[in-house]
């Protein structure tokens, strides 16, 4: 068996690989006759078939399973021969004819792993936010969750934003009905988008019984590409308002957002924390964000196609798992693989950034430092005990929080390699409250 190695670009090879026939028929005879010992064949006894009925049946398959083997073995000795980094799965593919030659010839086309240098952020800037929470941010938390929990009655006002109101609707283009543009009985919260801004506010103002006839442009980039841009007439009847009532602050409150003592102070508090806690994951996010693009920025590096094929398909079957979990018929439904190509080539062109700066700066994830993240992910469970054990129970749900911990260190590094300024940021922005 032999092998040589040709460059087709800056990270595809294919090996030639020639395999002696007469050793592949030697193998395949060997085979068979295992075979033929124990097969099970009508009108024989066990271990009584012959040779020639055997392989009638089975030698096609034996001789596909004696190539295989021998095509991945003469591969993997020539990968480790070379000290090669094979990215993906090597394609083999026939060079001729399988017939009657001395040598079966075969070739394997694969990608490596491209080199990286690690990167140099010296001179990159993080700009890391900084906000405080205040009561204010508090009061209006609190007042966002009285909302969450408003009960609503009918009133005889005319509708205002924050009511739920009970409509019925007919839209027309060019005074023909279409398709999804009319409804009966559709309630909906004004201001909450579920329908386009300008149809909510033109119902700002009527009273309940109510008709009204307005007109409605379609954005230009809106989702249903046969409306973009058109114009449509609604008529609407307003057939019901319901102001909300928002519940009392007090110890009833308190206690159905988890405060055993119903105790306001406590309340606060803990409203305070979960809100600093918040404003420390999106500025964490923030900063990290930037220094993902930063590594990229600063670092030349080819994904190998075969890297970013195969996270493509992972994105793909995890897109249409989430689908299926959320009710929508997914099964035999597959998604564009144009839809997640720039995410999968950033992922893989990250993933072999990431890999080099770890390895190159000793960021790898220390037990210690596992165990710390997975005691801090269990502090939000009842019994953070058993989340704790449940984690250690698991490989893949260890690897998914070395894998944190490994990020973490490298944006520890980071912060401590790059110029880092901290910028106020208003609670809102970074809370992305842009109403």
Known sequence: MAATLENISQLERRMNISLP????????????????????????????????????????????EVLGDALQKTFGDEVRTQNLKVAGYPRFEPKGELGSVANVEFSATFEIYPEVKASDISSVVIKRPTSTVSETEV??????????????ETVTRSAELGDKVTIDFVGKIGGQEFEGGKSENFAMTLGEGRLLKDFEQHLVGVAAGADKTFEIRFPEDYHGKELAGKTATFDVKLKQVA???LPPVDADFAKALGVADGNLDTM??????????????????RVKDQIMQALIDTTKV?????????????????AQQDLTARGVKAQGMQLPKDLFES????RVTL???????????ALHAKPEQVRTAVEEQSKSYEQPAEVVKWYYQS????????????????????????????????FDELMGNTK
């Open 343 to 346: 995410q999968a080539q950033r």
């Open 139 to 152: 009061d209006k938390t609190i007042e966002i969750m009285r909302k969450q929990r408003a009960d609503y």
């Open 268 to 285: 606060r508090r803990e409203v305070r924390e979960n809100l600093e806690r918040e404003v420390k994951r999106r500025v964490s996010s």
């Open 243 to 245: 102001g909300p009532r």
């Open 302 to 318: 080819e994904a190998p196609k075969s890297l970013v094929e195969l996270e493509i398909e992972r994105m793909q079957s995890a």
């Open 21 to 64: 026939s007469n050793e592949i028929d030697g193998e395949v005879q060997v085979r068979l006759k295992k075979l033929a010992r124990n097969v099970k064949m009508h009108g024989f006894r066990p271990g009584k078939v012959p040779m020639k009925v055997v392989a009638q049946q089975y030698e096609e398959q034996v001789r596909r």
């Open 395 to 426: 490989p893949d749900r260890l690897r998914e929080i070395e894998s944190l911990v490994v990020e973490e260190n490298v944006v520890a590094w980071a912060l401590a390699t790059a110029k880092v300024e901290d910028q106020t940021t208003e």
């Open 351 to 361: 993933g072999l950034i990431l890999a080099e700066v770890v390895k190159a700066h």
